[in-house]
């Protein structure tokens, strides 16, 4: 799959691509970046890529002739029907796993990462077809959820991971929240802050019934917690068992282990 990014910073990226697991994803290409400077579609002297906005108000508005210049450039060198038009704003659909798995099972997509106070609108009601955000919050630009969202979409490519299984387990994969995990020592001795901190002791059972089990309650009790809604669409979705209905009813009643 490919990516274009459409953005005035492609050197934020460099050590996000290139560090990590992740990496392999992007040196394989199974995940192919292509960056396009906005600043090397401009036609002035200062290669301005932003201006006041209509109407007055604070900050700067990105121009669109430059962003139009890019994406044409950019659509023809891909010479494929264009994929999917991605912007990167608050206003825009949260990003959660599903997607995230949607769109790495895709031909890729351009990412157009804006500045300032934003894109001047006309690019957008012609152009893009989906608008993303990490969350309720205001970001600097696009470059950053435009990084995150391709690492996300790299750890899901075969062979990223050490383990083929990791990214089936884990938050949201199935719809809840991961459950803790734990490595050595067995036992954390005791400090100025607390007693002894043992690993739960069903991890080291080798039963591996009981720790698929343990898992799986510890994964229901935190959703529950802390994304109770997870809780009611993973319910709609017929996603858990009698098992987990059975659980969670004991964890409402105060008779399970939260």
Not at 200 to 222: C, F, K, M, T, Y
């Amino acid at each position: 799959m490919r990516f274009d990014v459409l953005t005035i910073f492609p050197e934020l990226f460099a050590p996000h691509l290139t560090h990590g697991v992740t990496r392999r994803a992007f040196e394989r290409g199974q995940v192919d970046v292509r960056f396009w400077p906005l600043r090397d579609f401009t036609e002035d002297n200062y290669r301005r890529v932003d201006d006041r906005p209509y109407g007055g108000g604070p900050g700067m508005v990105m121009l669109a002739e430059p962003l139009e210049r890019a994406l044409a450039a950019a659509r023809a060198d891909r010479g494929e029907a264009a994929p999917v038009v991605i912007h990167f704003t608050p206003t825009g659909r949260r990003i959660d796993q599903a997607l995230v798995q949607e769109l790495a099972a895709g031909p890729g997509a351009f990412l157009l990462c804006g500045r300032y106070e934003g894109i001047d609108q006309r690019v957008l009601d012609r152009h893009v077809t989906l608008e993303l955000s990490l969350g309720d919050f205001v970001l600097s630009g696009g470059e950053l959820p435009a990084i995150a969202l391709l690492d996300a979409i790299a750890r899901l490519q075969d062979g990223v991971l050490g383990d083929a299984q990791s990214h089936q387990q884990d938050s949201f994969s199935d719809g809840l929240l991961d459950c803790p995990h734990y490595s050595r020592p067995e036992l954390l001795p005791a400090d100025g802050e607390g007693p002894e901190r043992p690993v739960p002791a069903v991890l080291l059972s080798g039963h591996h019934a009981d720790i698929r089990r343990w898992r799986r309650e510890r994964s229901l009790a935190l959703t529950a917690e802390r994304r109770p809604e997870l809780i009611a669409a993973a319910r709609a979705a017929g996603r858990l068992s009698k098992a987990d209905e059975a659980f969670l009813a004991k964890l409402a009643r105060g008779e399970a282990q939260g």
